[in-house]
């Protein structure tokens, strides 16, 4: 191959990886390595960051907003992820702000990441 016949550097560590503290809860919202995500979809093509994040600041401190940008149009792709320190932030924003309209487009918000249920979970 390439040279990594006699590289050791993965000796006795196949198929370990490490993991998240787990909370017991079976399903539901995961939490990011830093924080609780959630995804907004229905985000007007001209919308701003600054229209994005004055409609969700109000439910918390926003630690991180991505919006994406088609790069053939450099109109947003509808949709933007949001991060927020709590579970509770996030979850006021989901209940408080999905369905409603923001730039004349009706918004969906919902958890980005959530866990398995236990019978899928893999060891």
Do not use: C
Not at 37 to 59: K, L, M, P, R, T
Not at 68 to 86: C, H, M, P, S
Request: charged fraction near 35%.
């Amino acid at each position: 191959g390439r040279g990594g016949e006699q590289d050791d550097r993965y000796a006795g560590k196949a198929g370990k990886f490490e993991r998240l503290p787990h909370d017991d809860s079976d399903a539901g919202p995961a939490r990011s390595i830093e924080g609780w995500v959630i995804i907004v979809s229905g985000v007007h093509e001209e919308a701003q960051e600054d229209d994005v994040f004055e409609a969700f600041a109000e439910f918390g401190d926003i630690k991180n907003l991505h919006l994406n940008l088609d790069r053939r149009t450099g109109f947003v792709k509808g949709y933007a992820f949001i991060e927020y320190e709590t579970k509770q932030e996030a979850a006021q924003a989901i209940k408080s702000m999905d369905g409603q309209v923001l730039l004349e487009q009706k918004l969906a918000v919902h958890w980005a990441f959530t866990k398995p249920s236990g019978d899928r979970r893999r060891r």
